[in-house]
């Protein structure tokens, strides 16, 4: 079915009489930036919120994407790398870094021009990337299973997290010192201290393989992870680790994000679809579904902008691009 430029989502399920129905919601597919002659896989996004700038992980192209908000097209591209996977920024230090699986590498660009940096070698499959600006550091997922430490100044690796497989999507707690990372290989979710003071525990997946995306609702003590086999949203408690509901959503997700303000969570999956899940008060259910390509697994929300960015990559029916779509309701 072609996707419209107004993509209208129903309640799955809900009936208009149905007490607990809410208005109904829709994505405005609000632009389409083009990314120009990019082929292959494109990996995560990262976002300069002073700068109005978007990063975008071209893995299959070996460069990042450096796009325009304000203008809705490419200002910049990073070329010369090796397969990059995560992007990540710092406002603090006005320093992009970029994580590449190809050579295991993160590199530094700074600055509005983004001049090149530093380089570490961290291992191989150099993936998803975090900062911590707090304590000044920058976590890299990398090779069969460790988070390498790297001080965001000098990228200085100062201690490696070990996991027991290769960790895909993680996320740190603002208010304390733990990180919650999916280990598919498992499959299991990690909750690691660190600071080392407390014992690393692991929460075994049930059921259920591949969890790849992972986002923290640390207020409410709550891990969102999505397994891919069967695809379903899982929420556990940051206390245990404790099972507390399932949902089914859409097939190869990659990327996950919460909308506090609308007790929402976004799902972007490879199927061809951003699923729609209610939060609220326990309430956990898929509401709503919207229509992108197939293929287009990688995205990300800003609370700031409060628009979801979802990368499409390039097709005999859509160029490379990123949708910009606007929640409302």
């Not at 997946?205 to 992870?225: H, I, K, M, Q, T």
């Not at 609220?280 to 800003?302: E, M, N, P």
């Amino acid at each position: 079915m072609r996707f419209r430029f107004v993509a209208i989502l129903t309640f799955l399920g809900a009936g208009a009489t149905d007490a607990h129905a809410q208005a109904t919601l829709h994505l405005e597919v609000e632009a389409k930036i083009p990314l120009g002659d990019v082929r292959g896989r494109i990996d995560h996004l990262a976002l300069d919120i002073d700068g109005q700038r978007l990063f975008v992980a071209e893995l299959g192209n070996n460069t990042v994407g450096v796009i325009d908000l304000k203008q809705r097209k490419v200002a910049q591209r990073l070329e010369g790398l090796d397969e990059p996977q995560g992007t990540a920024w710092s406002p603090q230090r006005s320093m992009l870094y970029v994580a590449s699986g190809g050579d295991g590498t993160l590199r530094s660009f700074t600055g509005r021009g983004l001049a090149k940096g530093l380089v570490v070698k961290l291992g191989d499959d150099a993936d998803n990337v975090r900062v911590d600006a707090a304590g000044q550091r920058v976590y890299v997922g990398f090779g069969n299973g460790a988070i390498a430490v790297v001080d965001s100044a000098t990228l200085k690796r100062q201690a490696d997290l070990r996991l027991t497989g290769h960790p895909e999507s993680f996320q740190l707690e603002q208010n304390g010192t733990r990180i919650f990372v999916n280990v598919p290989d498992r499959p299991e979710i990690t909750a690691l201290d660190r600071s080392g003071a407390a014992p690393v525990q692991h929460w075994a997946a049930r059921e259920a393989r591949a969890n790849f995306p992972l986002a923290l609702d640390e207020a409410a003590g709550r891990v969102y992870s999505v397994f891919r086999s069967p695809a379903a949203l899982e929420v556990l408690s940051t206390k245990d680790g404790t099972s507390l509901v399932r949902v089914p959503v859409c097939a190869d997700a990659d990327d996950l994000f919460l909308d506090d303000a609308r007790h929402l969570a976004y799902i972007v999956c490879g199927e061809g679809r951003v699923d729609v899940i209610e939060t609220q008060s326990g309430s956990y259910r898929k509401i709503s579904s919207v229509s992108t390509v197939s293929g287009a697994r990688t995205g990300l929300y800003s609370k700031d902008l409060d628009r979801l960015f979802v990368a499409v990559r390039a097709s005999a029916r859509e160029p490379a691009a990123i949708w910009v779509l606007k929640p409302a309701e």
